[in-house]
Protein backbone atom coordinates (compact mmCIF):
# COMPACT_ATOMS: atom_id res chain seq x y z
CA UNK A 1 0.00 0.00 0.00
CA UNK A 2 2.83 2.43 0.90
CA UNK A 3 4.43 1.56 -2.60
CA UNK A 4 1.22 3.34 -4.08
CA UNK A 5 1.93 6.39 -2.41
CA UNK A 6 3.59 9.16 -4.88
CA UNK A 7 6.81 9.93 -2.35
CA UNK A 8 7.82 13.21 -3.53
CA UNK A 9 4.60 14.53 -3.15
CA UNK A 10 3.75 13.34 -0.19
CA UNK A 11 6.96 14.82 1.28
CA UNK A 12 5.88 18.07 -0.73
CA UNK A 13 2.78 18.34 0.98
CA UNK A 14 4.26 17.43 4.19
CA UNK A 15 6.56 19.95 4.19
CA UNK A 16 3.86 22.33 3.48
CA UNK A 17 2.02 21.14 5.92
CA UNK A 18 5.04 21.79 8.53
CA UNK A 19 5.23 25.10 6.79
CA UNK A 20 2.03 26.16 7.58
CA UNK A 21 1.81 25.28 11.12
CA UNK A 22 5.50 26.97 11.60
CA UNK A 23 3.85 30.32 10.22
CA UNK A 24 0.55 30.05 12.64
CA UNK A 25 2.69 29.95 16.07
CA UNK A 26 4.54 32.79 14.68
CA UNK A 27 1.44 34.98 13.49
CA UNK A 28 0.80 33.73 17.64
CA UNK A 29 3.98 34.99 18.83
CA UNK A 30 3.17 38.13 16.65
CA UNK A 31 -0.26 38.67 18.84
CA UNK A 32 1.78 38.09 22.00
CA UNK A 33 3.83 41.21 20.85
CA UNK A 34 0.66 43.36 19.31
CA UNK A 35 1.80 43.98 16.10
CA UNK A 36 -0.08 45.10 13.19
CA UNK A 37 -1.57 42.40 10.33
CA UNK A 38 1.83 43.32 8.32
CA UNK A 39 3.60 42.32 11.17
CA UNK A 40 2.07 38.69 11.46
CA UNK A 41 2.35 38.45 7.94
CA UNK A 42 6.30 38.97 8.50
CA UNK A 43 6.96 36.94 11.79
CA UNK A 44 4.57 33.95 10.32
CA UNK A 45 6.74 33.97 7.11
CA UNK A 46 9.82 33.86 8.72
CA UNK A 47 9.07 31.57 10.96
CA UNK A 48 7.91 28.71 8.55
CA UNK A 49 10.63 29.37 5.94
CA UNK A 50 13.20 30.28 8.19
CA UNK A 51 14.65 26.93 9.31
CA UNK A 52 14.43 25.63 5.54
CA UNK A 53 15.52 29.08 4.71
CA UNK A 54 19.13 28.92 6.98
CA UNK A 55 19.63 24.62 5.65
CA UNK A 56 19.35 25.58 1.82
CA UNK A 57 21.92 28.57 2.82
CA UNK A 58 24.31 26.00 4.27
CA UNK A 59 23.78 23.16 1.74
CA UNK A 60 24.17 25.98 -0.94
CA UNK A 61 21.21 25.20 -2.47
CA UNK A 62 20.71 29.02 -4.34
CA UNK A 63 18.86 30.93 -5.39
CA UNK A 64 16.11 29.80 -2.44
CA UNK A 65 13.16 27.21 -3.26
CA UNK A 66 10.61 29.80 -2.33
CA UNK A 67 12.56 32.33 -4.83
CA UNK A 68 11.17 30.36 -7.81
CA UNK A 69 8.35 29.04 -6.29
CA UNK A 70 6.13 31.67 -4.83
CA UNK A 71 3.49 29.09 -3.54
CA UNK A 72 5.49 28.99 0.09
CA UNK A 73 5.45 32.53 0.42
CA UNK A 74 1.91 32.99 -0.62
CA UNK A 75 1.19 30.45 2.11
CA UNK A 76 2.46 31.81 4.98
CA UNK A 77 1.33 35.10 4.13
CA UNK A 78 -2.54 33.88 4.00
CA UNK A 79 -1.79 31.19 6.73
CA UNK A 80 -0.41 34.70 8.71
CA UNK A 81 -3.90 36.52 7.93
CA UNK A 82 -6.07 33.89 8.80
CA UNK A 83 -4.23 33.75 12.02
CA UNK A 84 -4.74 37.48 13.04
CA UNK A 85 -8.74 37.18 12.21
CA UNK A 86 -9.31 33.81 14.19
CA UNK A 87 -6.49 34.00 16.52
CA UNK A 88 -8.73 36.21 19.19
CA UNK A 89 -11.64 33.33 18.95
CA UNK A 90 -9.12 30.82 20.30
CA UNK A 91 -9.84 29.63 23.70
CA UNK A 92 -6.04 29.03 24.36
CA UNK A 93 -3.47 30.83 21.87
CA UNK A 94 -0.18 29.70 24.26
CA UNK A 95 -1.76 25.88 23.76
CA UNK A 96 -2.12 25.87 20.15
CA UNK A 97 0.96 27.91 19.79
CA UNK A 98 2.84 24.95 21.26
CA UNK A 99 1.43 22.05 19.64
CA UNK A 100 1.84 23.72 16.14
CA UNK A 101 5.18 23.92 17.35
CA UNK A 102 5.14 20.64 17.91
CA UNK A 103 3.80 19.25 14.85
CA UNK A 104 6.03 21.48 12.68
CA UNK A 105 9.42 20.41 14.73
CA UNK A 106 8.16 16.81 14.46
CA UNK A 107 7.60 17.56 10.45
CA UNK A 108 10.87 19.31 9.79
CA UNK A 109 13.54 17.61 11.78
CA UNK A 110 12.82 14.84 9.25
CA UNK A 111 12.52 16.34 5.91
CA UNK A 112 15.77 18.22 6.94
CA UNK A 113 18.12 15.02 7.82
CA UNK A 114 16.12 13.53 4.54
CA UNK A 115 17.38 16.08 2.53
CA UNK A 116 20.99 16.31 3.77
CA UNK A 117 20.89 12.42 3.30
CA UNK A 118 20.19 13.58 -0.75
CA UNK A 119 23.31 15.87 -0.31
CA UNK A 120 25.63 13.03 0.78
CA UNK A 121 26.11 14.04 4.21
CA UNK A 122 27.71 12.43 6.75
CA UNK A 123 25.12 10.93 9.73
CA UNK A 124 25.61 13.41 11.89
CA UNK A 125 25.63 16.46 9.86
CA UNK A 126 22.11 15.22 8.54
CA UNK A 127 20.84 14.74 12.35
CA UNK A 128 22.06 18.12 12.47
CA UNK A 129 20.22 19.32 9.01
CA UNK A 130 17.06 17.68 11.39
CA UNK A 131 17.73 19.92 13.97
CA UNK A 132 18.60 23.44 12.06
CA UNK A 133 15.53 22.52 9.90
CA UNK A 134 13.18 22.31 12.91
CA UNK A 135 14.72 24.85 15.22
CA UNK A 136 16.02 27.83 13.37
CA UNK A 137 12.78 29.22 12.16
CA UNK A 138 11.35 29.05 15.89
CA UNK A 139 14.73 30.68 17.49
CA UNK A 140 13.99 33.04 15.01
CA UNK A 141 11.10 33.76 15.85
CA UNK A 142 11.87 34.39 19.27
CA UNK A 143 14.93 36.31 18.88
CA UNK A 144 13.10 38.61 16.96
CA UNK A 145 9.98 38.91 18.99
CA UNK A 146 12.47 39.23 22.39
CA UNK A 147 11.46 35.74 23.77
CA UNK A 148 12.90 33.89 25.99
CA UNK A 149 14.06 31.46 23.56
CA UNK A 150 11.99 27.90 23.19
CA UNK A 151 15.71 26.25 23.88
CA UNK A 152 15.90 27.47 27.42
CA UNK A 153 12.85 25.98 28.17
CA UNK A 154 12.72 22.89 29.40
CA UNK A 155 10.29 19.95 27.89
CA UNK A 156 13.39 18.20 25.60
CA UNK A 157 12.93 20.48 22.72
CA UNK A 158 16.06 19.70 20.59
CA UNK A 159 15.90 16.46 21.81
CA UNK A 160 12.40 15.73 20.28
CA UNK A 161 14.70 16.76 16.66
CA UNK A 162 17.68 15.00 17.54
CA UNK A 163 15.45 11.86 18.30
CA UNK A 164 13.29 12.14 15.36
CA UNK A 165 16.02 12.68 12.69
CA UNK A 166 17.66 9.36 14.23
CA UNK A 167 15.14 7.40 13.93
CA UNK A 168 14.30 8.72 10.10
CA UNK A 169 18.01 7.84 9.18
CA UNK A 170 17.94 4.68 11.12
CA UNK A 171 14.85 3.52 9.08
CA UNK A 172 16.62 4.92 6.00
CA UNK A 173 19.87 2.90 6.53
CA UNK A 174 17.83 -0.70 7.41
CA UNK A 175 16.10 0.03 3.62
CA UNK A 176 12.51 0.34 4.65
CA UNK A 177 11.29 2.50 2.40
CA UNK A 178 11.12 6.39 2.54
CA UNK A 179 7.81 6.52 3.38
CA UNK A 180 8.25 4.04 6.60
CA UNK A 181 10.79 6.10 7.65
CA UNK A 182 9.51 9.54 7.46
CA UNK A 183 6.68 8.06 9.41
CA UNK A 184 8.32 6.58 12.04
CA UNK A 185 10.30 9.21 12.47
CA UNK A 186 7.56 12.26 12.44
CA UNK A 187 5.60 9.78 15.05
CA UNK A 188 8.98 9.15 16.91
CA UNK A 189 10.17 13.09 17.36
CA UNK A 190 5.81 13.61 18.10
CA UNK A 191 5.04 11.38 20.56
CA UNK A 192 8.28 12.39 22.57
CA UNK A 193 7.37 16.04 22.20
CA UNK A 194 3.75 15.41 23.68
CA UNK A 195 4.81 13.44 26.18
CA UNK A 196 7.60 15.91 27.28
CA UNK A 197 4.78 18.68 27.14
CA UNK A 198 1.57 16.47 28.63
CA UNK A 199 3.76 15.07 31.86
CA UNK A 200 6.93 17.79 31.81
CA UNK A 201 9.83 15.09 31.03
CA UNK A 202 12.86 17.37 30.30
CA UNK A 203 16.81 16.66 30.80
CA UNK A 204 18.48 17.75 33.72
CA UNK A 205 19.16 21.46 33.31
CA UNK A 206 22.59 22.29 34.30
CA UNK A 207 23.14 23.03 37.78
CA UNK A 208 25.49 25.73 38.77
CA UNK A 209 27.27 24.23 41.98
CA UNK A 210 26.93 25.21 45.37
CA UNK A 211 23.95 27.88 45.20
CA UNK B 1 14.19 63.99 -20.13
CA UNK B 2 14.25 61.38 -18.08
CA UNK B 3 15.68 59.71 -20.60
CA UNK B 4 18.84 61.95 -20.54
CA UNK B 5 19.38 59.96 -17.08
CA UNK B 6 21.94 57.15 -17.03
CA UNK B 7 20.21 54.70 -15.07
CA UNK B 8 21.74 52.25 -13.98
CA UNK B 9 24.43 55.47 -12.32
CA UNK B 10 21.11 56.43 -10.92
CA UNK B 11 20.22 53.54 -9.03
CA UNK B 12 24.18 53.32 -8.12
CA UNK B 13 23.94 56.59 -6.51
CA UNK B 14 20.63 55.93 -4.72
CA UNK B 15 21.81 52.72 -3.14
CA UNK B 16 24.76 54.41 -1.46
CA UNK B 17 22.65 57.09 -0.22
CA UNK B 18 20.54 54.42 1.05
CA UNK B 19 23.23 52.56 2.50
CA UNK B 20 24.72 55.33 4.12
CA UNK B 21 21.45 56.98 5.77
CA UNK B 22 21.00 53.51 7.43
CA UNK B 23 24.85 53.22 8.37
CA UNK B 24 23.95 57.06 10.14
CA UNK B 25 20.83 54.95 11.92
CA UNK B 26 22.91 51.99 12.87
CA UNK B 27 25.55 54.50 14.24
CA UNK B 28 22.81 56.51 16.04
CA UNK B 29 21.70 53.23 17.47
CA UNK B 30 25.27 52.40 19.20
CA UNK B 31 25.52 55.63 20.49
CA UNK B 32 22.20 54.77 22.71
CA UNK B 33 24.57 51.66 24.01
CA UNK B 34 27.44 54.08 24.32
CA UNK B 35 29.83 51.87 22.56
CA UNK B 36 33.10 52.81 21.51
CA UNK B 37 34.27 54.51 17.65
CA UNK B 38 34.76 50.75 16.53
CA UNK B 39 30.90 49.61 17.89
CA UNK B 40 29.87 52.08 16.05
CA UNK B 41 32.07 51.20 12.68
CA UNK B 42 30.28 47.82 13.47
CA UNK B 43 26.78 48.43 13.69
CA UNK B 44 26.57 51.20 11.08
CA UNK B 45 28.20 48.86 8.30
CA UNK B 46 25.73 46.17 9.30
CA UNK B 47 22.67 48.45 9.27
CA UNK B 48 23.62 49.79 5.61
CA UNK B 49 24.73 46.23 4.21
CA UNK B 50 22.47 43.85 6.15
CA UNK B 51 19.71 44.29 4.09
CA UNK B 52 20.81 43.71 0.88
CA UNK B 53 23.41 41.44 1.91
CA UNK B 54 20.66 39.23 3.15
CA UNK B 55 18.54 39.68 -0.17
CA UNK B 56 21.57 38.48 -2.20
CA UNK B 57 22.49 35.52 0.19
CA UNK B 58 18.70 34.15 -1.03
CA UNK B 59 19.27 34.78 -4.43
CA UNK B 60 22.57 33.29 -4.75
CA UNK B 61 23.97 36.20 -5.95
CA UNK B 62 27.66 35.11 -4.37
CA UNK B 63 30.76 36.29 -3.90
CA UNK B 64 28.85 39.40 -2.20
CA UNK B 65 28.95 42.67 -4.05
CA UNK B 66 30.49 44.76 -1.00
CA UNK B 67 33.27 41.72 -1.16
CA UNK B 68 33.87 42.55 -4.75
CA UNK B 69 33.86 46.43 -4.44
CA UNK B 70 35.16 48.18 -1.21
CA UNK B 71 33.38 51.42 -1.78
CA UNK B 72 30.49 50.43 -0.20
CA UNK B 73 32.18 48.96 3.31
CA UNK B 74 34.27 51.65 2.92
CA UNK B 75 31.62 54.02 2.67
CA UNK B 76 29.75 52.83 6.12
CA UNK B 77 32.67 52.87 8.33
CA UNK B 78 33.49 56.45 6.67
CA UNK B 79 29.90 57.77 7.85
CA UNK B 80 29.77 55.42 11.21
CA UNK B 81 32.72 57.58 12.54
CA UNK B 82 31.81 61.23 10.88
CA UNK B 83 28.44 60.01 13.05
CA UNK B 84 31.11 59.17 16.45
CA UNK B 85 31.82 62.55 16.07
CA UNK B 86 28.91 64.60 14.56
CA UNK B 87 26.44 62.60 16.80
CA UNK B 88 27.09 64.75 20.51
CA UNK B 89 25.93 68.05 18.33
CA UNK B 90 22.40 67.29 17.15
CA UNK B 91 19.71 68.44 18.48
CA UNK B 92 17.61 65.62 18.67
CA UNK B 93 19.20 62.20 17.52
CA UNK B 94 16.05 60.20 18.47
CA UNK B 95 14.57 62.45 15.49
CA UNK B 96 17.07 62.28 12.88
CA UNK B 97 17.27 58.54 13.32
CA UNK B 98 13.91 58.15 12.56
CA UNK B 99 14.00 60.09 9.42
CA UNK B 100 17.41 58.30 8.32
CA UNK B 101 15.83 55.46 8.69
CA UNK B 102 12.61 56.11 6.80
CA UNK B 103 14.60 57.69 3.76
CA UNK B 104 16.64 54.40 3.63
CA UNK B 105 13.36 52.22 3.69
CA UNK B 106 12.18 54.45 0.99
CA UNK B 107 15.27 53.57 -1.36
CA UNK B 108 15.77 49.69 0.03
CA UNK B 109 12.31 48.51 -0.77
CA UNK B 110 12.37 49.67 -4.21
CA UNK B 111 15.70 49.03 -4.89
CA UNK B 112 15.04 45.41 -3.22
CA UNK B 113 11.82 44.77 -5.57
CA UNK B 114 14.29 46.10 -9.11
CA UNK B 115 16.50 43.45 -8.02
CA UNK B 116 14.00 40.51 -7.68
CA UNK B 117 12.63 41.60 -11.11
CA UNK B 118 15.52 41.62 -12.66
CA UNK B 119 15.91 38.06 -11.41
CA UNK B 120 12.80 37.10 -12.63
CA UNK B 121 10.81 36.63 -9.00
CA UNK B 122 7.02 36.27 -9.11
CA UNK B 123 5.43 39.73 -8.01
CA UNK B 124 4.62 38.62 -4.17
CA UNK B 125 8.12 37.74 -4.04
CA UNK B 126 9.47 40.75 -5.39
CA UNK B 127 7.13 42.79 -2.84
CA UNK B 128 9.16 40.30 -0.20
CA UNK B 129 12.74 41.12 -1.64
CA UNK B 130 11.49 44.88 -1.51
CA UNK B 131 10.76 44.03 2.67
CA UNK B 132 13.48 42.09 2.86
CA UNK B 133 16.00 44.75 1.44
CA UNK B 134 14.36 47.61 3.47
CA UNK B 135 13.86 45.76 6.60
CA UNK B 136 16.28 43.66 8.01
CA UNK B 137 19.08 45.90 7.98
CA UNK B 138 16.58 47.12 10.69
CA UNK B 139 15.70 44.37 12.08
CA UNK B 140 19.64 43.40 12.30
CA UNK B 141 20.26 46.56 14.49
CA UNK B 142 17.85 46.59 16.57
CA UNK B 143 18.42 42.63 17.47
CA UNK B 144 22.09 43.30 18.08
CA UNK B 145 21.77 46.72 20.14
CA UNK B 146 18.94 44.51 22.00
CA UNK B 147 16.17 47.20 21.25
CA UNK B 148 12.81 46.58 21.05
CA UNK B 149 11.89 46.17 17.12
CA UNK B 150 11.05 48.78 15.44
CA UNK B 151 8.68 46.75 13.50
CA UNK B 152 6.53 45.87 17.27
CA UNK B 153 6.01 49.94 17.29
CA UNK B 154 3.41 51.56 15.14
CA UNK B 155 3.74 53.64 12.14
CA UNK B 156 3.40 51.54 9.26
CA UNK B 157 6.87 50.59 8.83
CA UNK B 158 6.63 46.84 7.61
CA UNK B 159 3.11 48.69 5.30
CA UNK B 160 5.54 52.03 4.15
CA UNK B 161 7.93 49.01 2.50
CA UNK B 162 5.24 47.47 0.81
CA UNK B 163 3.53 50.04 -0.83
CA UNK B 164 6.63 51.78 -1.71
CA UNK B 165 7.54 47.94 -3.51
CA UNK B 166 4.31 47.54 -5.10
CA UNK B 167 3.80 51.05 -6.72
CA UNK B 168 7.62 50.53 -7.92
CA UNK B 169 5.88 47.06 -9.62
CA UNK B 170 2.64 48.85 -10.72
CA UNK B 171 4.68 51.55 -12.74
CA UNK B 172 6.98 48.96 -13.74
CA UNK B 173 4.38 46.75 -15.10
CA UNK B 174 2.56 49.77 -16.56
CA UNK B 175 6.13 50.11 -18.59
CA UNK B 176 6.31 54.10 -17.39
CA UNK B 177 10.06 53.23 -17.74
CA UNK B 178 12.76 52.73 -14.96
CA UNK B 179 12.95 55.90 -13.59
CA UNK B 180 9.80 57.40 -13.39
CA UNK B 181 8.89 53.67 -11.26
CA UNK B 182 12.17 54.18 -9.37
CA UNK B 183 10.91 57.51 -8.21
CA UNK B 184 7.33 56.74 -7.57
CA UNK B 185 8.02 53.90 -5.26
CA UNK B 186 10.09 55.88 -3.38
CA UNK B 187 8.06 58.90 -3.26
CA UNK B 188 4.89 56.99 -2.09
CA UNK B 189 6.52 54.93 0.42
CA UNK B 190 8.52 58.56 2.02
CA UNK B 191 4.92 60.24 1.15
CA UNK B 192 2.99 57.14 3.46
CA UNK B 193 6.23 56.73 6.05
CA UNK B 194 5.81 60.52 6.69
CA UNK B 195 2.96 60.80 6.71
CA UNK B 196 2.36 58.01 9.59
CA UNK B 197 5.36 59.48 11.84
CA UNK B 198 4.16 62.93 11.29
CA UNK B 199 0.26 62.04 12.51
CA UNK B 200 1.25 58.83 14.14
CA UNK B 201 -0.48 56.97 11.30
CA UNK B 202 -1.12 53.08 12.64
CA UNK B 203 -2.44 50.04 11.26
CA UNK B 204 -4.31 48.25 14.43
CA UNK B 205 -2.38 46.61 16.07
CA UNK B 206 -3.85 43.33 17.58
CA UNK B 207 -5.96 43.20 20.57
CA UNK B 208 -5.91 40.15 22.75
CA UNK B 209 -9.65 39.17 23.74
CA UNK B 210 -11.35 40.27 26.74
CA UNK B 211 -8.74 41.96 28.03
CA UNK C 1 62.92 26.59 10.78
CA UNK C 2 59.14 28.37 9.90
CA UNK C 3 59.88 26.64 6.46
CA UNK C 4 59.86 23.33 8.05
CA UNK C 5 56.36 23.09 9.47
CA UNK C 6 53.74 21.75 7.08
CA UNK C 7 51.98 25.94 6.83
CA UNK C 8 48.42 24.21 5.68
CA UNK C 9 48.25 21.77 8.33
CA UNK C 10 49.25 24.42 11.32
CA UNK C 11 46.16 26.39 9.86
CA UNK C 12 43.90 23.49 10.05
CA UNK C 13 45.12 22.91 13.26
CA UNK C 14 45.05 26.35 14.35
CA UNK C 15 41.12 26.94 13.47
CA UNK C 16 40.37 23.43 15.32
CA UNK C 17 41.68 24.74 18.23
CA UNK C 18 39.95 28.37 17.72
CA UNK C 19 36.68 26.67 17.02
CA UNK C 20 37.43 24.42 20.25
CA UNK C 21 37.75 27.29 22.50
CA UNK C 22 34.86 29.09 21.22
CA UNK C 23 32.66 26.21 21.40
CA UNK C 24 34.00 25.63 25.31
CA UNK C 25 32.78 29.70 25.32
CA UNK C 26 29.46 28.82 24.41
CA UNK C 27 28.83 25.65 26.15
CA UNK C 28 29.95 27.47 29.32
CA UNK C 29 26.96 30.86 28.45
CA UNK C 30 24.17 27.93 28.20
CA UNK C 31 25.53 26.71 31.66
CA UNK C 32 25.15 30.20 32.59
CA UNK C 33 21.06 29.59 31.06
CA UNK C 34 21.02 26.35 32.59
CA UNK C 35 20.01 24.69 29.78
CA UNK C 36 20.19 20.68 29.10
CA UNK C 37 23.14 19.15 27.81
CA UNK C 38 21.68 19.53 23.92
CA UNK C 39 20.86 23.00 24.58
CA UNK C 40 24.79 22.91 25.16
CA UNK C 41 25.46 20.85 22.09
CA UNK C 42 23.91 23.31 19.74
CA UNK C 43 24.88 26.95 21.43
CA UNK C 44 28.68 25.07 21.76
CA UNK C 45 28.40 24.34 18.17
CA UNK C 46 26.67 27.28 16.49
CA UNK C 47 29.41 29.53 18.58
CA UNK C 48 32.39 27.11 17.29
CA UNK C 49 31.43 27.13 13.45
CA UNK C 50 29.37 30.40 13.71
CA UNK C 51 32.00 33.28 12.39
CA UNK C 52 33.61 30.84 9.82
CA UNK C 53 29.77 30.27 8.62
CA UNK C 54 28.64 33.56 8.26
CA UNK C 55 32.15 34.32 6.51
CA UNK C 56 31.97 31.36 3.82
CA UNK C 57 28.30 32.41 3.04
CA UNK C 58 29.48 35.94 2.28
CA UNK C 59 32.26 34.58 -0.22
CA UNK C 60 29.85 32.36 -1.69
CA UNK C 61 32.16 29.41 -0.73
CA UNK C 62 29.39 26.76 -0.84
CA UNK C 63 28.30 24.11 0.77
CA UNK C 64 29.98 24.36 4.29
CA UNK C 65 32.96 22.58 4.56
CA UNK C 66 31.45 21.24 7.82
CA UNK C 67 29.02 19.62 5.80
CA UNK C 68 31.68 18.11 3.99
CA UNK C 69 33.95 16.95 6.66
CA UNK C 70 32.20 15.78 9.79
CA UNK C 71 35.16 16.82 12.07
CA UNK C 72 34.07 20.09 12.80
CA UNK C 73 30.84 19.11 13.93
CA UNK C 74 31.69 16.21 15.69
CA UNK C 75 34.70 18.61 17.50
CA UNK C 76 32.29 20.83 18.96
CA UNK C 77 29.55 18.51 19.89
CA UNK C 78 32.20 16.45 22.18
CA UNK C 79 33.74 19.76 24.11
CA UNK C 80 30.66 21.04 24.68
CA UNK C 81 29.85 17.22 26.37
CA UNK C 82 32.83 18.17 28.29
CA UNK C 83 32.36 21.15 29.00
CA UNK C 84 28.91 20.40 30.28
CA UNK C 85 30.75 17.90 32.94
CA UNK C 86 33.80 19.39 33.59
CA UNK C 87 31.74 22.92 34.01
CA UNK C 88 30.78 22.75 38.19
CA UNK C 89 34.48 21.86 38.65
CA UNK C 90 36.13 25.37 37.08
CA UNK C 91 37.08 27.30 39.53
CA UNK C 92 35.89 30.96 37.87
CA UNK C 93 33.66 29.74 35.07
CA UNK C 94 32.93 33.21 33.84
CA UNK C 95 37.17 34.21 33.59
CA UNK C 96 37.52 31.09 32.01
CA UNK C 97 35.17 32.29 29.40
CA UNK C 98 36.54 35.55 28.84
CA UNK C 99 39.88 33.94 28.37
CA UNK C 100 38.80 30.95 26.12
CA UNK C 101 36.95 33.71 23.92
CA UNK C 102 40.44 35.99 23.86
CA UNK C 103 42.09 32.76 22.43
CA UNK C 104 39.21 32.52 19.64
CA UNK C 105 38.96 35.94 18.76
CA UNK C 106 42.80 36.14 18.50
CA UNK C 107 43.27 33.36 16.18
CA UNK C 108 39.82 33.53 14.07
CA UNK C 109 41.00 37.13 12.95
CA UNK C 110 43.77 36.19 11.41
CA UNK C 111 42.37 33.22 9.79
CA UNK C 112 39.19 34.88 8.86
CA UNK C 113 41.77 37.78 7.29
CA UNK C 114 43.55 35.10 5.72
CA UNK C 115 40.43 33.49 3.96
CA UNK C 116 39.76 36.63 2.53
CA UNK C 117 43.15 37.51 0.90
CA UNK C 118 43.50 33.88 -0.60
CA UNK C 119 40.06 34.89 -2.35
CA UNK C 120 41.37 38.46 -3.50
CA UNK C 121 39.37 40.81 -1.64
CA UNK C 122 41.11 44.34 -1.00
CA UNK C 123 42.43 44.82 2.26
CA UNK C 124 39.43 46.51 3.88
CA UNK C 125 37.27 43.99 3.26
CA UNK C 126 40.22 41.58 4.30
CA UNK C 127 40.17 42.81 8.09
CA UNK C 128 36.57 42.99 7.94
CA UNK C 129 36.48 39.04 7.09
CA UNK C 130 38.59 38.81 10.41
CA UNK C 131 36.09 41.07 12.21
CA UNK C 132 33.53 38.79 10.72
CA UNK C 133 35.20 35.61 11.55
CA UNK C 134 36.06 36.53 15.05
CA UNK C 135 32.97 37.99 16.74
CA UNK C 136 29.96 36.76 14.94
CA UNK C 137 30.03 33.60 16.61
CA UNK C 138 30.41 35.39 20.20
CA UNK C 139 27.24 38.02 18.86
CA UNK C 140 25.24 34.79 17.61
CA UNK C 141 26.02 33.45 21.21
CA UNK C 142 25.11 36.21 22.84
CA UNK C 143 21.82 36.78 20.97
CA UNK C 144 21.33 33.29 21.06
CA UNK C 145 21.49 33.22 25.09
CA UNK C 146 19.60 37.01 25.39
CA UNK C 147 22.94 38.49 26.93
CA UNK C 148 24.33 41.92 26.35
CA UNK C 149 26.81 41.99 23.55
CA UNK C 150 30.24 41.45 24.50
CA UNK C 151 30.21 44.06 22.03
CA UNK C 152 28.78 46.66 23.88
CA UNK C 153 31.35 46.17 26.66
CA UNK C 154 34.28 47.73 27.09
CA UNK C 155 38.04 45.80 26.96
CA UNK C 156 38.67 46.55 23.19
CA UNK C 157 36.81 43.93 21.77
CA UNK C 158 36.37 44.47 17.83
CA UNK C 159 39.52 46.66 18.41
CA UNK C 160 41.31 43.62 19.00
CA UNK C 161 40.61 41.73 15.91
CA UNK C 162 41.37 44.96 13.42
CA UNK C 163 44.61 44.93 15.31
CA UNK C 164 45.15 41.43 14.56
CA UNK C 165 44.00 40.92 10.89
CA UNK C 166 45.76 44.32 10.31
CA UNK C 167 49.00 42.86 11.65
CA UNK C 168 48.39 39.79 9.90
CA UNK C 169 47.89 41.61 6.62
CA UNK C 170 50.97 44.39 7.05
CA UNK C 171 53.24 41.09 7.99
CA UNK C 172 52.06 39.49 4.74
CA UNK C 173 52.61 41.85 2.43
CA UNK C 174 55.39 42.61 3.80
CA UNK C 175 56.60 39.17 2.83
CA UNK C 176 57.75 37.59 6.09
CA UNK C 177 55.80 34.42 5.10
CA UNK C 178 52.84 32.89 6.28
CA UNK C 179 53.64 31.38 9.53
CA UNK C 180 55.68 34.44 10.94
CA UNK C 181 52.47 36.46 9.27
CA UNK C 182 49.85 34.50 11.18
CA UNK C 183 51.75 34.12 14.41
CA UNK C 184 52.20 38.07 14.69
CA UNK C 185 48.73 38.81 13.99
CA UNK C 186 47.85 36.35 16.62
CA UNK C 187 50.43 37.49 18.86
CA UNK C 188 49.68 41.11 18.64
CA UNK C 189 45.60 40.41 19.24
CA UNK C 190 45.98 38.07 22.11
CA UNK C 191 48.13 40.73 23.83
CA UNK C 192 46.12 43.29 23.25
CA UNK C 193 43.03 41.24 24.41
CA UNK C 194 44.99 40.03 27.44
CA UNK C 195 46.21 43.95 28.15
CA UNK C 196 42.59 45.22 27.83
CA UNK C 197 41.50 42.48 29.77
CA UNK C 198 43.93 42.56 32.49
CA UNK C 199 43.91 46.34 33.15
CA UNK C 200 40.58 47.35 31.90
CA UNK C 201 41.62 49.23 28.88
CA UNK C 202 38.83 50.53 26.52
CA UNK C 203 38.40 53.21 23.83
CA UNK C 204 36.23 56.02 25.20
CA UNK C 205 32.50 54.56 24.91
CA UNK C 206 29.87 57.43 23.32
CA UNK C 207 29.02 59.93 25.74
CA UNK C 208 25.59 61.90 25.52
CA UNK C 209 25.98 65.47 25.56
CA UNK C 210 25.02 67.30 28.31
CA UNK C 211 23.21 64.43 30.34
Known amino acids: MFELLDLSL ?9 IAVF ?5 LDAARK ?13 TGLGGGTIRDVLLGKLPMYWVIDGTYVGLCLLISCIT ?3 APKLASRRKTLIWMDAIGL ?7 AQI ?3 EGAAP ?3 VCFGVITATFGGILRDVLCGFD ?7 LYVTNAVVGATVYLGLHWLGTGETIAVFGGFIAALALRSAAIIWGLSLPAYQSPKK
Chains 1, 2, 3 share one sequence.
Open 84 to 86: YFV
Open 106 to 112: SLFCVTG
Open 149 to 155: LVLSQRE
Open 116 to 118: AVQ
Open 10 to 18: LVNWLGLFG
Open 124 to 126: VIC
Open 34 to 46: HMDILGFMLIGTL
Open 23 to 27: AVSGA
